[in-house]
């Protein structure tokens, strides 16, 4: 049984009461900002689409316990009209002489053809082949919706080495999959996926989630930095520590507000940054700061927040090491450090 | 790192002594005491006042050799860790669990951690993290059952606002787990709570407040914290170094917090550190009065009755201190006045200790001497005391009496008055009708007391100092010519009254080993040798039978000799085996304890209805029998044959 039962129970009773006040419909959301791509700097141009929703989210496992995504989604998406705004949208930011990353972001899976029908999954893709200047194009999936069929659809229209599925890993070890998340998948649905996608010819960045419920901050890292052995191990190039910030109505908000969960600290994502890029200088270690130094996100004591958050930002879009070698100082280092072991005490160990 | 093996059956402490739902644990193989004491979080050069430190890697790295990198490390002197069971404990391979999830979840979770935890290697069996929820559990049984030393215990501080759950919580924890297992309270608590924690039976708390507060800009000190920037001068090292420093300013602290509390437990002073702490919360203000009104049996029978430690009554807690609650116990219970004794002197107690010490006590004798010297031995003299209401003569030298310290005499609280009434009446309920009561009080609160004689009994009182102070000439003058006047009458008796020691030792052992007992082990017979202050030598038939110990005023009875009482004694355990072997009573050696042996107690060692030894306990019968490794007692005397 890859699900908790009772964790299920209690994540979709939270997920009933706080879904009425779902929208009805919602228009494309996009942005630009800066990126990285293997070549070098680079723009993303960073779309989220309207759909429906995370099938797991819907499903009556509840999904994610910490995810709240669904609440932003639409209950009737409208495809025509989501395919004509991508269009509008790549028109008018495409530059000649700049090189792109697209991300296609559906807070759930584009793979999934409940969430988006096959033929407007073909219908976006096609929108993006016309650009030559879009040397990546990122997507995120569940395991279960990458199969050869899958990306098959999508080879007939894009160069599939561009492709990068993005799939949310958030831990190696199959125990907290089930008892802290509810991911509904274990860690050998991964890499079967991972084998899926890199023998299509395309490419797999893994999200791995700091810190889970339930967990103790000790033992996340210690969790992530064993995540990321095993998953470079299988052949993937990218990863993504993805820091919590607490989403409104999900288990880990109540959690969160009944004072039984602190989100990280920057001192421990400054750490890991450095920890992982010493260990696997090439992989690229994407470290990304929801809400960063407020209480729903990664902080520490409020006077060295900024400067590490952005310590952190700068390396993520450079992959150079030496910025990890800044001395930063502050008083909260010792408070941080006590925290941690009490807090393994009290959670006991992984 | 560890020696332990598996079914070697030994856990890590051992208790060293018990008070209350405290004690005092040591290694189990070198008797180095270890708690109470304080964990260093991480691992400090300056290791002196820490009983142990984690010693984790920091921050976590790729796992190399993680599986015996986290360890509890416990500071054993040099010379002792090559004797010791262990160095230390592991904590890395303990299994996922979360201790604050939803309750319905965390049962799945929790039967999980167990069925884990019982899977793993022995060394690695050391800590379990108990969430305070499950104490009840009957799954627990399964960790009890190991020989797993140490308990994380965790949710405590959600109750520090709820005194009927905390206390409740703590006497349920002791009840349920086995003396030898220490508890530790993990992450940032007050010194100010050591104490009152440490008497529910808290073992080991950490250093993380110093880290807490030295963060914050708060300079801690005995009287609490204050800012960084204005705070009471300290002279330690590290405040006046070039460079202050607040952290180990902050630990020293918290040393010095805990050593008080270490010292307080060896020299048996604890509930009066606790009755003054307190004061820092209403809970535990609070608290502690559940335990004395609730929970009284739970700790009165963990609560040594052999000390010879002064007991200062502060407050109205000291009149529920257990020490003081057992003594009204067993004088209600156990004391039976000679039966020769015509008349029954009721006196007021005195500051000096003991009483016949007193200024005031020698006018008493001398008036009662003046009075009539062939009436002194039909005497028996009851002093009315707070907070142990009655003194019988016999008992002065006995712990508490001879050690509590009152500030002021002659206060009483109605609860005291009425349950002082009780105790009198039912010790009066042993004399014969005839004999004739003298108050020889004075003042509001004895005569409340006395005035119930009249009102529930038929004896005749005379009051000796109705209108004057005790020792006034005028009630000294009054107590002589009454005591005249009934010599006078026909009350004397053909029989010879026994002689004052005698008197003492009989109450002294009914006391100590149970009602009836003082008369079976001493004759007329019995000669002494040795005068207060020293330790009197009891003899019978020309052998020793029996010490009188002046620093406590309890008894030894040599084995021999309590054959005599085996029956009757309520301090028996009973021994697999029919010769024991060492200079030590095991656990797995105690076929059944009595549960109203105190620690400290002398207890007598029965094999096939004989008593084969003499020895000192450690810890309660309640726990004896709770107790599947360790030391349970130490021999005094065994019997040759
Ligand atoms: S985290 Fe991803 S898989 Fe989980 S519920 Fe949210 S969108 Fe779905
Ligand atoms: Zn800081
Ligand atoms: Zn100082």
Same mark, same amino acid.
């Given at each position: 049984?890859?699900?908790?039962?009772?964790?299920?129970?209690?994540?979709?009773?939270?997920?009933?009461?706080?879904?009425?006040?779902?929208?009805?419909?919602?228009?494309?959301?996009?942005?630009?900002?800066?990126?990285?791509?293997?070549?070098?700097?680079?723009?993303?141009?960073?779309?989220?689409?309207?759909?429906?929703?995370?099938?797991?989210?819907?499903?009556?496992?509840?999904?994610?316990?910490?995810?709240?995504?669904?609440?932003?989604?639409?209950?009737?998406?409208?495809?025509?009209?989501?395919?004509?705004?991508?269009?509008?949208?790549?028109?008018?930011?495409?530059?000649?002489?700049?090189?792109?990353?697209?991300?296609?972001?559906?807070?759930?899976?584009?793979?999934?053809?409940?969430?988006?029908?096959?033929?407007?999954?073909?219908?976006?893709?096609?929108?993006?082949?016309?650009?030559?200047?879009?040397?990546?194009?990122?997507?995120?999936?569940?395991?279960?919706?990458?199969?050869?069929?899958?990306?098959?659809?999508?080879?007939?229209?894009?160069?599939?080495?561009?492709?990068?599925?993005?799939?949310?890993?958030?831990?190696?070890?199959?125990?907290?999959?089930?008892?802290?998340?509810?991911?509904?998948?274990?860690?050998?649905?991964?890499?079967?996926?991972?084998?899926?996608?890199?023998?299509?010819?395309?490419?797999?960045?893994?999200?791995?989630?700091?810190?889970?419920?339930?967990?103790?901050?000790?033992?996340?890292?210690?969790?992530?930095?064993?995540?990321?052995?095993?998953?470079?191990?299988?052949?993937?190039?990218?990863?993504?520590?993805?820091?919590?910030?607490?989403?409104?109505?999900?288990?880990?908000?109540?959690?969160?507000?009944?004072?039984?969960?602190?989100?990280?600290?920057?001192?421990?994502?400054?750490?890991?940054?450095?920890?992982?890029?010493?260990?696997?200088?090439?992989?690229?270690?994407?470290?990304?700061?929801?809400?960063?130094?407020?209480?729903?996100?990664?902080?520490?004591?409020?006077?060295?927040?900024?400067?590490?958050?952005?310590?952190?930002?700068?390396?993520?879009?450079?992959?150079?090491?030496?910025?990890?070698?800044?001395?930063?100082?502050?008083?909260?280092?010792?408070?941080?450090?006590?925290?941690?072991?009490?807090?393994?005490?009290?959670?006991?160990?992984? | 790192?560890?020696?332990?093996?598996?079914?070697?059956?030994?856990?890590?402490?051992?208790?060293?002594?018990?008070?209350?739902?405290?004690?005092?644990?040591?290694?189990?193989?070198?008797?180095?005491?270890?708690?109470?004491?304080?964990?260093?979080?991480?691992?400090?050069?300056?290791?002196?006042?820490?009983?142990?430190?984690?010693?984790?890697?920091?921050?976590?790295?790729?796992?190399?050799?993680?599986?015996?990198?986290?360890?509890?490390?416990?500071?054993?002197?040099?010379?002792?860790?090559?004797?010791?069971?262990?160095?230390?404990?592991?904590?890395?391979?303990?299994?996922?669990?979360?201790?604050?999830?939803?309750?319905?979840?965390?049962?799945?979770?929790?039967?999980?951690?167990?069925?884990?935890?019982?899977?793993?290697?022995?060394?690695?069996?050391?800590?379990?993290?108990?969430?305070?929820?499950?104490?009840?559990?009957?799954?627990?049984?399964?960790?009890?059952?190991?020989?797993?030393?140490?308990?994380?215990?965790?949710?405590?501080?959600?109750?520090?606002?709820?005194?009927?759950?905390?206390?409740?919580?703590?006497?349920?924890?002791?009840?349920?787990?086995?003396?030898?297992?220490?508890?530790?309270?993990?992450?940032?608590?007050?010194?100010?709570?050591?104490?009152?924690?440490?008497?529910?039976?808290?073992?080991?708390?950490?250093?993380?407040?110093?880290?807490?507060?030295?963060?914050?800009?708060?300079?801690?000190?005995?009287?609490?914290?204050?800012?960084?920037?204005?705070?009471?001068?300290?002279?330690?090292?590290?405040?006046?170094?070039?460079?202050?420093?607040?952290?180990?300013?902050?630990?020293?602290? =918290?040393? #010095?917090?805990?050593?008080?509390?270490? %010292?307080? /437990?060896?020299?048996?002073?604890?509930? &009066?550190?606790? +009755?003054? $702490?307190?004061?820092?919360?209403?809970?535990?203000?609070?608290?502690?009065?559940?335990?004395?009104?609730?929970?009284?049996?739970?700790?009165?029978?963990?609560?040594?009755?052999?000390?010879?430690?002064?007991?200062?009554?502060?407050?109205?807690?000291?009149?529920?201190?257990?020490?003081?609650?057992?003594?009204?116990?067993?004088?209600?219970?156990?004391?039976?006045?000679?039966?020769?004794?015509?008349?029954?002197?009721?006196?007021?107690?005195?500051?000096?200790?003991?009483?016949?010490?007193?200024?005031?006590?020698?006018?008493?004798?001398?008036?009662?001497?003046?009075?009539?010297?062939?009436?002194?031995?039909?005497?028996?003299?009851?002093?009315?005391?707070?907070?142990?209401?009655?003194?019988?003569?016999? =008992?002065? #030298?006995?712990?508490?009496?001879?050690? %509590?310290? /009152?500030?002021?005499?002659?206060?009483? &609280?109605?609860? +005291?008055? $009425?349950?002082?009434?009780?105790?009198?009446?039912?010790?009066?309920?042993?004399?014969?009708?005839?004999?004739?009561?003298?108050?020889?009080?004075?003042?509001?609160?004895?005569?409340?007391?006395?005035?119930?004689?009249?009102?529930?009994?038929?004896?005749?009182?005379?009051?000796?100092?109705?209108?004057?102070?005790?020792?006034?000439?005028?009630?000294?003058?009054?107590?002589?010519?009454?005591?005249?006047?009934?010599?006078?009458?026909?009350?004397?008796?053909?029989?010879?009254?026994?002689?004052?020691?005698?008197?003492?030792?009989?109450?002294?052992?009914?006391?100590?080993?149970?009602?009836?007992?003082?008369?079976?082990?001493?004759?007329?017979?019995?000669?002494?040798?040795?005068?207060?202050?020293?330790?009197?030598?009891?003899?019978?038939?020309?052998?020793?039978?029996?010490?009188?110990?002046?620093?406590?005023?309890?008894?030894?009875?040599?084995?021999?000799?309590?054959?005599?009482?085996?029956?009757?004694?309520?301090?028996?355990?009973?021994?697999?085996?029919?010769?024991?072997?060492?200079?030590?009573?095991?656990?797995?050696?105690?076929?059944?304890?009595?549960?109203?042996?105190?620690?400290?107690?002398?207890?007598?060692?029965?094999?096939?209805?004989?008593?084969?030894?003499?020895?000192?306990?450690?810890?309660?019968?309640?726990?004896?029998?709770?107790?599947?490794?360790?030391?349970?007692?130490?021999?005094?005397?065994?019997?040759?044959?």
């Amino acid at each position: 049984m890859k699900i908790n039962k009772n964790l299920a129970e209690i994540i979709t009773q939270i997920r009933n009461d706080n879904l009425e006040s779902r929208s009805h419909s919602r228009d494309l959301v996009h942005w630009e900002e800066d990126h990285r791509l293997r070549s070098g700097a680079a723009k993303a141009i960073v779309f989220i689409l309207p759909t429906k929703g995370c099938s797991w989210a819907l499903s009556n496992s509840g999904g994610c316990s910490i995810c709240g995504y669904l609440y932003d989604n639409p209950q009737h998406p409208d495809f025509e009209k989501i395919v004509k705004s991508i269009r509008g949208a790549l028109k008018g930011k495409i530059q000649k002489d700049e090189k792109y990353s697209i991300k296609l972001f559906t807070s759930g899976s584009f793979l999934d053809k409940k969430e988006i029908p096959t033929e407007f999954q073909v219908e976006i893709l096609k929108e993006i082949a016309i650009y030559n200047q879009i040397e990546e194009i990122v997507i995120e999936s569940r395991p279960e919706y990458i199969s050869s069929n899958t990306i098959a659809v999508l080879s007939e229209v894009i160069n599939i080495n561009k492709l990068e599925i993005a799939i949310g890993l958030e831990s190696s070890n199959n125990e907290i999959l089930r008892n802290s998340i509810n991911k509904g998948f274990y860690w050998e649905d991964f890499e079967k996926a991972v084998k899926i996608t890199i023998d299509a010819g395309a490419r797999v960045k893994a999200y791995l989630l700091f810190k889970p419920p339930f967990v103790s901050e000790y033992d996340s890292t210690k969790d992530i930095l064993y995540s990321v052995s095993k998953v470079v191990e299988s052949g993937v190039d990218t990863i993504s520590i993805n820091s919590i910030s607490i989403h409104r109505g999900t288990l880990l908000s109540d959690l969160f507000e009944k004072n039984q969960y602190r989100p990280p600290w920057l001192w421990s994502l400054f750490l890991l940054c450095k920890e992982i890029k010493t260990q696997f200088p090439d992989l690229r270690v994407i470290c990304d700061i929801v809400a960063g130094g407020t209480k729903r996100g990664a902080h520490n004591c409020g006077s060295c927040d900024k400067d590490l958050i952005e310590i952190i930002r700068e390396f993520t879009l450079t992959q150079d090491f030496n910025i990890l070698n800044k001395d930063v100082q502050c008083s909260c280092y010792n408070e941080w450090k006590s925290y941690l072991i009490h807090e393994k005490l009290s959670i006991s160990d992984l | 790192m560890s020696k332990i093996k598996s079914g070697d059956k030994l856990r890590f402490f051992q208790p060293l002594s018990q008070i209350g739902l405290s004690r005092l644990l040591g290694e189990t193989r070198t008797h180095h005491p270890i708690t109470p004491g304080l964990i260093s979080i991480e691992n400090t050069i300056e290791k002196e006042g820490y009983s142990g430190f984690f010693d984790l890697p920091f921050p976590p790295t790729f796992p190399k050799n993680r599986k015996d990198t986290e360890v509890l490390i416990w500071n054993l002197p040099d010379t002792k860790i090559d004797k010791s069971l262990a160095k230390g404990f592991f904590l890395s391979e303990q299994p996922f669990y979360a201790s604050y999830v939803p309750d319905s979840l965390s049962l799945e979770n929790f039967s999980k951690y167990i069925d884990k935890f019982q899977s793993l290697d022995e060394a690695h069996k050391q800590i379990f993290t108990l969430p305070l929820s499950y104490v009840e559990s009957p799954l627990l049984d399964k960790i009890i059952e190991t020989d797993c030393s140490l308990y994380i215990l965790t949710g405590i501080s959600a109750l520090f606002n709820n005194q009927r759950k905390l206390t409740e919580t703590f006497v349920k924890l002791r009840e349920r787990l086995p003396p030898d297992i220490a508890i530790y309270l993990p992450g940032p608590i007050s010194p100010a709570y050591y104490s009152f924690l440490i008497y529910s039976g808290i073992d080991l708390f950490d250093n993380s407040i110093a880290y807490y507060t030295s963060k914050n800009g708060y300079f801690l000190t005995s009287d609490g914290a204050f800012s960084v920037d204005n705070h009471p001068p300290c002279y330690c090292k590290y405040c006046n170094s070039a460079k202050p420093e607040l952290l180990k300013h902050n630990e020293m602290i =918290l040393k #010095n917090a805990i050593g008080r509390i270490q %010292y307080a /437990i060896k020299t048996d002073t604890l509930r &009066s550190l606790v +009755e003054q $702490d307190i004061h820092s919360s209403v809970t535990f203000a609070a608290s502690l009065r559940l335990y004395d009104n609730n929970y009284s049996e739970n700790i009165q029978s963990r609560t040594p009755i052999i000390s010879s430690a002064p007991l200062k009554c502060i407050g109205e807690e000291s009149f529920s201190h257990p020490s003081v609650v057992e003594f009204r116990k067993r004088v209600k219970e156990r004391y039976t006045p000679d039966p020769l004794s015509k008349i029954v002197l009721l006196l007021p107690c005195s500051a000096k200790k003991p009483y016949s010490f007193s200024r005031s006590h020698m006018l008493f004798r001398k008036a009662m001497k003046d009075g009539s010297k062939e009436l002194l031995n039909y005497i028996s003299e009851l002093i009315i005391t707070s907070p142990l209401s009655i003194v019988p003569r016999e =008992l002065e #030298n006995i712990f508490p009496a001879r050690f %509590y310290d /009152i500030p002021v005499t002659g206060q009483w &609280s109605p609860y +005291e008055i $009425d349950e002082t009434k009780l105790i009198l009446l039912e010790i009066l309920k042993h004399y014969p009708k005839e004999t004739i009561i003298l108050n020889h009080t004075y003042g509001d609160g004895y005569s409340q007391i006395t005035e119930s004689i009249e009102e529930m009994t038929s004896f005749e009182v005379i009051n000796t100092s109705d209108s004057s102070h005790p020792t006034s000439k005028n009630s000294l003058t009054k107590l002589s010519s009454t005591l005249k006047e009934i010599s006078q009458r026909e009350i004397k008796s053909q029989e010879r009254s026994s002689v004052p020691q005698l008197k003492q030792i009989r109450a002294t052992a009914d006391f100590q080993y149970g009602p009836g007992t003082g008369k079976l082990l001493f004759s007329n017979a019995i000669k002494f040798k040795g005068k207060y202050p020293r330790d009197r030598q009891i003899f019978y038939e020309k052998k020793q039978v029996a010490t009188l110990h002046k620093s406590t005023g309890f008894l030894s009875v040599f084995p021999q000799h309590a054959q005599k009482i085996i029956h009757h004694s309520y301090n028996n355990l009973k021994f697999m085996d029919d010769h024991i072997k060492g200079s030590n009573i095991f656990a797995p050696g105690c076929a059944e304890a009595d549960n109203r042996i105190h620690p400290n107690d002398e207890i007598f060692v029965i094999s096939n209805n004989k008593i084969i030894a003499s020895a000192t306990a450690f810890v309660s019968g309640l726990d004896m029998n709770k107790m599947t490794s360790g030391k349970l007692a130490e021999i005094k005397k065994k019997v040759r044959n």
